[in-house]
């Protein structure tokens, strides 16, 4: 099996989503910006709710889940390296509003919740995050769940699971046929990091 290179596919994976993902610019150009401040710090409880939070976006099912690919220290070390100091202010408040959201709802934090009350609770938050990008401009800061959604879609297609069990793996993939059978239900294909470089 190919060697995944994480940093590469992470990379094709920002540069395919048009360096929308929020921090691009700083992963882009290979990590830490000059005179950059970290100002995140997280506790091993931030990361275990950031792991819940990460599996109830990508849930295990058939294959498994965001929590399999330790998506929270993977959130942690993006925030941590590749957000500004606005950017990582706005994602630590952002399990502050989740943990009191579930408070307000369920009458508990997020951990004690069932996952049918997890994914309402998020449903909820996703469209509050919705709601908060009308009428805003691309230069305005974005909501919170906006970045937890971004980093658990990113690190999750970008790891060994994401890449090889997620989606359809061919390791020595054949000639180009433009019409390859679909059938619903069918698992995209990856295409390995340098493939056709």
């Known amino acids: 099996m190919v060697a995944m290179n994480r940093r590469e596919a992470i990379k094709r994976l920002t540069l395919l989503m048009g360096g929308a993902v929020i921090g691009a610019e700083t992963f882009l150009k290979g990590g830490v910006l000059p005179g950059k401040q970290i100002t995140a710090t997280f506790t091993p409880e931030d990361v275990a709710l950031l792991d819940e939070i990460g599996e109830t976006i990508i849930p295990t099912t058939a294959t498994p889940g965001a929590k399999a690919v330790q998506i929270g220290a993977f959130m942690k070390m993006m925030v941590k390296d590749c957000y500004d100091e606005q950017n990582q202010a706005i994602f630590q408040g952002g399990l502050v509003q989740v943990e009191a959201s579930a408070q307000k709802r369920f009458g508990k934090k ?11 609770l998020l449903n909820d938050i996703d469209k509050e995050a919705r709601q908060y990008r009308v009428g805003k401009t691309a230069s305005e800061p974005v909501h919170y769940f906006l970045m937890m959604k971004q980093l658990t879609l990113l690190g999750y297609f970008s790891s060994e699971i994401g890449c090889t069990q997620a989606l359809r793996f061919m390791e020595v993939p054949g000639a180009y046929r433009g019409s390859e059978p679909y059938k619903k239900g069918d698992r995209a294909w990856f295409v390995p990091p340098n493939h056709f470089v």
């Open 110 to 120: 997020f951990m004690g919740l069932a996952p049918a009350e997890r994914t309402a």
